[in-house]
């Protein structure tokens, strides 16, 4: 496994000391936001990090005055996963968070295995920012990666470590052969799914076309037009790892912009292929996982930031193709 650190400072730890930090945060982000922002958000970590579970939350609360901290707000990481890397749905569910916070937490907490569909304190009202997410993790969600792994680490080393997934991450289990002539892809307009494939990440290509997973793949491997290409058939609960870590953001220079975005993102994708108004519903996806047939690859210029996946769904005769590598 491929970690991605960053340095922060460290700073005082006593409890009295929170409530000053805080007022601090506050005080720098409303007198000079601009100028002062990075001195900011290293106050909001450092609270974020350590500071009990209520203060911490009073960060993004607006009633508790201005300069209040919003979604996209972090230094090493946003600031609402480092604190929901740190407490259970049980402890954050009565704090005061404002709703789109609110509704990255839970899914955070969905990651690293809280159980919430039975337990929707705050968030039916909420629920449509998550789109089709359901607030548990379903079988394939949880196959490819252990827990730990799912949702940055905010160590008090004065480092954050977050798990890399390349698709493919070895040629362990692919073989040479060659593909099939590339089918075209579909005129028209991009369609939802495919447009919801390529903003995954500003580095990636994505297509549609009528056929297999392998003639999708040939739109966008050009190593195919002279000879064999090592390429393979793998499960989709393998590759949802690395669609949810490009969809957090990670590149050779992004940093995570939160393991619940990437969660979200992944099932707005298979929710519009499932269905093109997205209008389904976690039935309909698990459904569509588990007739999909999933096809990666390898380029020979890979090397660390890359993804290769070609997506077939045998009901529609649809397949999508993504690929793209970051080279910094």
Not at 180 to 200: E, F, M, N, Q
Not at 211 to 229: E, F, K
């Amino acid at each position: 496994m491929i970690t991605r650190q960053h340095g922060r400072p460290t700073g005082p730890r006593s409890p009295e000391h929170w409530t000053a930090l805080l007022d601090g945060f506050r005080r720098t982000r409303t007198a000079a936001p601009g100028e002062h922002g990075r001195s900011a958000a290293v106050l909001g970590h450092e609270i974020a990090l350590g500071a009990p579970a209520a203060l911490a939350a009073a960060l993004f609360d607006p009633v508790a005055g201005p300069g209040a901290a919003g979604e996209r707000d972090g230094w090493v990481g946003p600031l609402w996963e480092v604190l929901a890397r740190r407490h259970t749905w049980a402890v954050l569910a009565p704090l005061p968070l404002p709703a789109p916070v609110r509704t990255l937490v839970a899914h955070t907490r969905v990651l690293l295995g809280d159980r919430l569909a039975q337990d929707q304190q705050g968030l039916t009202g909420d629920q449509h920012r998550a789109g089709p997410a359901p607030l548990d993790l379903h079988p394939w969600e949880t196959a490819g990666w252990e827990p730990a792994a799912r949702v940055t680490v905010y160590g008090r080393d004065g480092r954050a470590a977050t798990a890399h997934y390349p698709l493919p991450d070895s040629r362990e289990g692919l073989a040479p052969m060659p593909l099939p002539p590339p089918a075209r892809p579909l005129p028209g307009p991009v369609r939802p799914a495919t447009a919801a494939l390529a903003a995954l990440g500003d580095w990636l290509d994505a297509r549609c076309t009528m056929g297999t997973a392998p003639q999708a793949a040939a739109l966008l491997c050009p190593a195919a037009r002279t000879g064999p290409v090592t390429a393979g058939y793998l499960p989709f609960a393998a590759a949802y790892p690395a669609l949810v870590r490009v969809g957090s953001g990670v590149g050779a220079h992004g940093r995570s912009q939160g393991a619940a975005r990437g969660r979200l993102a992944v099932w707005r994708v298979l929710a519009a292929m499932a269905d093109p108004l997205g209008r389904c519903g976690p039935a309909e996806v698990d459904a569509l996982v588990a007739r999909m047939r999933c096809f990666t690859w390898c380029e020979p210029a890979d090397e660390i930031w890359h993804l290769h996946l070609a997506l077939e769904d045998p009901a529609s005769g649809l397949a999508w193709a993504v690929s793209g590598r970051d080279d910094g």
